[in-house]
């Protein structure tokens, strides 16, 4: 089956550096990279939205320049929050979608920590 | 191996049949069972979190309930804006989600 991964899956960083996730689909083309991010506990909410080789669309809210993302190819997209702040601290989710299937196959995620 | 399988992969319903999608996981330290339900090209919407074994939840109508080794999502007198694609995800003991493949839900009217 499709397999999406993440890296890093932990990353701990101080307040003010920059963070850089990646996505990466394994075996499979993904025409659509999904950004979420994951609150204590419940609720999943979708960032942005990329397709490879434009921009991406951001949900209302997100910081565009503060949560960079990028879909150079169609396997992996990255995630950069700039300047982290401890309140970026969070769980972090890709979803990787082929669109002739509408099915969606999720990363594990990457906990990012800012001290 | 942490694993969630969901079930069946696609069910078609006549509207007010009333019915169960299926979640069954293995997983180390269960921190958390996730359902969303996810529209074409949108991201998934919560739903649910169930912790423990016993617990259930309901919301209009849908009611999830959880045992040790699955969860099911019931759905009573459903309706055609009920389609969607339902998820179940869960988090284990090291942070990790593991999300099933979904269940593709589509009520007729």
Known sequence: GAVVSQHPSRVICKSGT?????????DFQATTMFWYRQFPKKSLMLMATSNEGSKATYEQGVE?????????SLTLSTL????AHPEDSSFYIC????????TQYFGPGTRLTVL | EDQVTQSPEALRL???ESSSLNCSYTVSGLRGLFWYRQDPGKGPEFLFTLYSAGEEKEKERLKATLTKKESFL????????DSATYLCAVQARDDKIIFGKGTRLHILP
């Not at chain 2, 019931?74 to 804006?81: G, R, S, V």
């Open chain 1, 80 to 83: 950069t929050v700039t300047s």
């Open chain 2, 14 to 16: 006549q509207e007010g």
């Open chain 1, 64 to 72: 565009k320049d503060k949560f960079l993302i990028n879909h150079a």
């Open chain 2, 74 to 81: 019931h759905i009573t007198a459903p309706k055609p804006e």
């Open chain 1, 18 to 26: 920059s963070v850089k996730i990646e996505c990466r689909s394994l």
């Open chain 1, 95 to 102: 979803s990787a979608g082929i669109v002739t299937t509408d």
